[in-house]
């Protein structure tokens, strides 16, 4: 087969043992391989050196794209703005990255012609789902290659030690490190720890796994205080009042909260979560900045936010975690809650001041020129409502009765039953 009538696939290749191996396999099937890294923050990657290892195995090129601003400002701060949170403790890390690498893939398929995608996701996770969804929706004639679904490359590589006589038998370099006794997922928002010697719901782990973040013992015997500023929902500007930093540019602001936040033992999460694919999972994570940055801006919402739109906006929040999570960023539902989103923030605005000591956000207080607080209204000091609210205490009694007419009226059913 000439290379130009071979099929041509992009794949998503990180340099590790498993994407390696799938490419080679990839050409060996009668494919040009396009290899495609995505820069979203990954710690001391060496792309070089990524870019390097996908020709010697056989890859037509390596294209490396930095989407790290992108990644924050299109996809971190839209799950901010609704301080997204999976089963009350995730943070969508791994999740929120997946449709902007996704995104970047398939737009380098339809400009170098390519008429499939390829990836290294397991049969029993999430990636896989929210990879193929995501492609799915934003290129309908795309067609996916998952080698790890594949029955023929199952029954050649049934372990690591199948994957290392690939490699030995065709030459490609394996990284001398040994392996770490549990699987790593890095990025700018969070890294996770799963798999492996984790895969016991009950076995703990050395501190030494952590890259983002110190223990509450190694923390700081010194607090850090910072005020961080709003503009309908998005965090503009970080200033650290301890020692004068102060941050603007998103990327820059993001990958400081992550700094200081990290620093001050904050963002540890080890969970047993849901997968999309019906299986339960246990997975430790460490979200630094986003941790922050959630806790502040909830912070400032309840001081700008009606209450009625704050629990709709709950609700949206959820929804939108749920879909982010089970990979359905681009679906028109999705659409439809990230515009609704944008309106319920579009008073959120003001600083809120927080002081970080070993592993706590303590909120030292909050501004807005939106704010739906007002002092004389909420003060026990005031009878009424001050100078510019009728407000008269006598007419809660009559809110009392009539909210209270239909618990009356139970507790009669419930009394004449029993």
């Not at 959630?294 to 929804?319: F, P, Q, S, T, Y």
């Not at 407000?391 to 809660?396: F, H, V």
């Amino acid at each position: 087969m000439s290379t130009s009538t071979k099929p041509k696939v992009i794949l998503a290749y990180s340099g590790g043992l498993d994407t390696s191996v799938i490419l080679k396999w990839l050409c060996e099937k009668g494919f040009d391989v396009i290899a495609f890294c995505s820069d979203v923050g990954q710690h001391h990657e060496d792309f070089e050196a990524v870019k390097a290892k996908a020709v010697s195995c056989g890859a037509l090129k390596c294209v490396v794209t930095d989407l790290r601003k992108d990644f924050v400002e299109n996809y971190i701060f839209e799950a901010l703005k609704c301080n997204a949170i999976y089963e009350g403790k995730y943070l969508l890390g791994t999740s929120v990255a997946r449709p902007c690498i996704a995104k970047e893939m398939v737009r380098i398929a339809a400009e170098e012609g390519a008429g499939y995608v390829a990836h290294g996701a397991t049969g029993k996770g999430n990636d896989q789902v929210r990879f193929e969804m995501c492609a799915q929706a934003l290129d309908a004639k795309i067609k996916t290659i998952a080698p790890w679904r594949d029955a023929e490359f199952i029954e050649s590589f049934k372990g690591r030690k199948d994957l290392l006589a690939y490699c030995t038998k065709h030459g490609i370099p394996v990284d001398a490190k040994p392996k770490s006794n549990y699987s790593i997922d890095e990025n700018l928002f969070h890294t996770s720890y799963e798999s492996g010697v984790l895969e016991d719901a009950a076995c703990t782990y050395e501190e030494s796994m952590f890259k983002m973040t110190v223990s509450p013992q190694a923390a700081p015997e010194k607090s850090t205080e910072i005020d961080i500023e709003f503009v309908k929902g998005v965090p503009v500007k970080l200033t650290n009042k301890t020692d004068g930093t102060v941050k603007t540019d998103p990327l820059e602001l993001f990958m400081y909260a992550n700094e200081i936040a990290g620093a001050n033992a904050i963002g540890r999460i080890d969970i047993v979560e849901n997968r999309f694919v019906g299986i339960k999972s246990r997975g430790v994570y460490e979200t630094p900045g986003g941790t922050l940055l959630r806790d502040a801006h909830m912070d400032l919402e309840g001081l700008c936010m009606d209450r009625e739109v704050k629990r709709i906006a709950e609700g949206m929040g959820n929804e939108f975690a749920r879909l982010c999570y089970n990979g359905f960023w681009f679906a028109p539902e999705m659409d439809l809650i990230r515009h609704s989103v944008s309106y319920s923030q579009r008073d959120v605005t003001g600083v809120v001041s927080l002081e970080l000591y070993k592993g706590n956000i303590i909120c030292r207080g909050r501004t807005s020129p939106n704010a739906l607080y007002n002092p004389d209204l909420a003060s026990m000091d005031i009878e009424g409502g001050g100078d510019d609210f009728d407000y008269n205490p006598s007419d809660a009694a009559g809110f009392i009765r009539i909210n209270a007419v239909r618990l009356k009226t139970y507790a009669a059913l419930r009394a004449k039953t029993s």
